[in-house]
């Protein structure tokens, strides 16, 4: 189950959230009593509770908000005890001095904010020792390993053990901890109250991960980037598996570049990872984990989505295919699908979207040229698809007949920027933005209102989301689903 937590400065504030969080379904919350300000009322927050609770006044060394006297402290733990608490949290240094009475459950923690220490095993057997209804340990994770190292920690104690790494890098253990054994994982009232790094939202662990149907069973899929926390990937294919019935969750993997090897050989089989999305900075890297690459991926020197069958490791760039549809859109119907023989293309950028949509082009025989901020990497695609490059400054000298951004410039949170100025957008351009959020950035704005025909990201993500899934399930999705659903989350609203 999920257990939420709530950190307010006052008890009426505590109250009312405790109750609408009840009433929204939470089965169980965790009050931290270290968030409220002024004298402790336990009684007050006890007597009429909604819902079981568990008592928590955490230490600033632990990652809480008390810096007052430690005997202070204990004494209230003692009182939530004999005040009838459902569950007390007991850092393992002090559990000894905190006596077992009535009900209430023991919850014996350990939080290491720097590291997931090497001897995990041995920390459990030291905390098995002082008396535990449940063990929680939780760790800063600072590689995917240490995600598979808590929870096979969980799934083999014979206590019940909550074992969760904290950090964008460890919010697979936080979604998949009931699969592992773990009694509990831990959310957040809201995706904005966050009490620790990598907590995730209560209504996200319910509507987005559907948290307590996830079974031994559930086949595992995911988005690995760095960073990874900006992703919308999981809401479109978990909306996806939601409406096709399908026993699947798609997750977020934070995987440094340092890291990717494991991830891919070790972290996904011991996982039993079926398939991946590739994205910043890893499409170039991750072609060399893929044993059978389709032509695309062949070309471009990059992929975007990976799948583990028993085939071995397929990859298939679907950036290529979603960039030239979603350019048709806005083509005459006479270009549709067809040569692009004497049309000037300027790509804006030079990774992996870039390299794709470079590839996808020359196919199509069209004149591209290449302009990106880093010199060196623009003369490199340059040469590797025998195109023209010319400098970042002097892309403005440049009147294409169709312009693409494959940038992140003009990306959420930077909306006011863009990478190209709008005294060089012609009318007769075709601009094509690959940034989808927002999906009105200031290039697409600025173009609309020169009278350029405008293609925006939001086409180009769907259409790569939903081949995506495709090659994941071996069925179609329906991209307007994917289309809504990605508008709904970014707060985007389209008009042509």
């Given amino acids: 189950m999920i257990c939420v937590s709530i950190g307010r400065g006052r008890h009426k504030h505590v109250i009312a959230e405790h109750k609408h969080l009840v009433e929204q379904g939470a089965p169980l919350c965790e009050l931290r009593l270290d968030y409220i300000n002024g004298t402790i009322k336990l009684r007050r927050l006890l007597e009429n509770r909604p819902g079981p609770v568990v008592i928590t006044y955490r230490r600033e060394r632990d990652g809480g908000r008390y810096s007052g006297d430690e005997q202070d402290r204990q004494m209230i733990l003692r009182t939530a005890i004999a005040e009838g608490a459902d569950y007390v949290d ?23 904010f720097r590291e997931t220490p090497a001897d995990l095993e041995g920390l459990h057997r030291r905390m098995q020792q002082l008396d535990p209804d449940i063990v929680k340990i939780a760790t800063m994770a600072n590689s995917p390993q240490d995600n598979v190292r808590i929870l096979e920690l969980a799934r083999n104690s014979k206590i019940p053990t909550i074992g969760l790494c904290m950090g964008d890098m460890g919010m697979p253990s936080r979604i998949l901890g009931g699969r592992f054994g773990c009694p509990f994982t831990y959310a957040t009232s809201s995706n904005e109250r966050t009490l620790a790094p990598g907590q995730i939202g209560f209504r996200q662990m319910v509507d987005l991960y559907r948290y307590e149907e996830i079974t031994d069973e559930t086949e595992l899929y995911g988005v690995v980037a760095d960073p990874v926390g900006h992703s919308l990937s999981p809401h479109l294919h978990n909306a996806a598996f939601a409406e096709q019935g399908m026993n699947r969750r798609y997750l977020p993997f934070r995987v440094p570049r340092e ?30 984990f893929v044993k059978n690459p389709d032509d695309a991926v062949k070309g471009v020197g990059a992929t975007n989505t990976v799948v583990f069958d028993e085939n071995g490791t397929s990859g298939y760039n679907t950036d290529c295919d979603s960039a030239m549809e979603s350019l048709d859109t806005a083509l005459p119907p006479e ?17 992996g979207v870039a390299r794709g949509i470079v590839w996808a082009l020359k196919q199509r025989e069209a004149n591209v040229i290449i302009t990106s901020r880093t010199k060196e990497n623009a003369e490199e695609l340059a040469v590797h698809f025998k195109c023209r490059s010319i400098h970042w400054d002097d892309r403005g000298s440049v009147v294409p007949d169709i312009l693409i951004n494959g940038t992140p410039v003009g990306m959420h949170p930077n909306v006011n920027e863009t990478p190209f100025d ?11 933005d690959t940034v989808y959020n927002p999906e009105q950035t200031l290039l697409v704005k600025e173009a609309r209102a020169t009278g350029a025909r405008v293609v925006t990201g939001v086409e180009m993500f769907v259409r790569q989301a939903a081949l995506q899934f495709k090659h994941f399930t071996g069925v179609e999705t329906s991209r307007e689903l994917m289309r809504s659903t990605l508008k709904r989350i970014t707060g985007a609203v389209r008009t042509n």
């Fill in 90 to 112: 007991l850092e393992e240094d002090i559990a000894a001095n905190v006596p077992r009475y009535g009900k209430t459950k023991r919850i014996i923690s350990y939080h290491n």
């Fill in 259 to 288: 890291h990717l090897s494991v991830f891919f050989n070790e972290v996904c089989p011991q996982l039993g990872v079926k398939g991946l999305s590739v994205t910043i900075p890893h499409k170039e890297a991750a072609a060399q």
């Fill in 335 to 351: 270009l549709r699908g067809g040569s692009l023989e004497g049309k000037r293309v300027l790509i804006l950028g030079s990774g």
């Fill in 422 to 432: 709008k005294r060089w957008i012609k009318p007769s351009m075709v601009v094509f």
